[in-house]
């Protein structure tokens, strides 16, 4: 088996809210990534009183993306194993039936930054990491599932300066643009990601089936356009992520 860039996930609960928390060397996608990822919502939908997902990383990074070395060198069946994978886990925090937060702790890069769009809302640590799809210079181009969600979650303006240009903002240009939601100073990320959720979720009892359904109704676009694929091209260009 290919070696991957290796990752811990654990979980925790603050009340109504969990925290699913990623560490590793820079949080990179895999399939074990995607693994760990399931296993932790599989857990936190297990907690019928918990109405909020918060995801966060560990020291600079909240994830830098793709795990490149892993996809460059793995087999066919490694490299259609993966992105079954990841688009399972992509397709469900979509819809994932609770409100979902990004606590941002440091570099959001690529893949990470999907993840991180994903979700309903995102804080980012003020003036600690970049927030960047820098695929263009890793010759990879976007499916029509990532594209699906630009379009929908995204400006054209911020499309033209991240999708094609791959420009690194701070979180305060993330702000002022809206590819976030709210900014945190120091190592407050977390806090401030907890007490939105408990904000959001405060005298309300969301159903999980309505949310989810919500969720299905208003990204049918995104969902239709992004059904599990057989396999990824090796990366290089032309590549799709």
Known sequence: MTKQV?????VTKHGEVALLQMSGSD???????????NE???????WPDVAALISTGTGKFYSNGLDLDF?????????????RAFQELRLRLLCFPMVT?????????????????LHDYRVMHNGKGWFCLNEVDIYMKFNDFVLAIFHQKLT?????????FGNRFTAQQALDIEIIDDIAPNSAVVSKAIEMANFKIKGRRYSRTILADMKKDLYAEIISSGGVRSGVPKLGLGSKL
């Not at 949080?27 to 990822?37: M, V």
């Not at 702790?105 to 993840?115: T, V, Y």
């Open 6 to 10: 290796p990752i811990d996930i654990s």
């Open 27 to 37: 949080n990179r996608i895999n399939t074990t990534f995607c693994k760990k990822w």
């Open 40 to 46: 932790a919502l599989d857990k936190i939908e297990s």
């Open 71 to 83: 996809l460059k060198s793995c087999s066919r069946q490694e490299t259609d194993e993966y992105a």
């Open 101 to 117: 937060i990004a606590a941002i702790n440091g570099h959001c890069f690529a893949g990470g930054a999907i993840i991180a769009l």
């Open 156 to 164: 054209p303006r911020i499309n033209r300066d991240s999708a094609i």
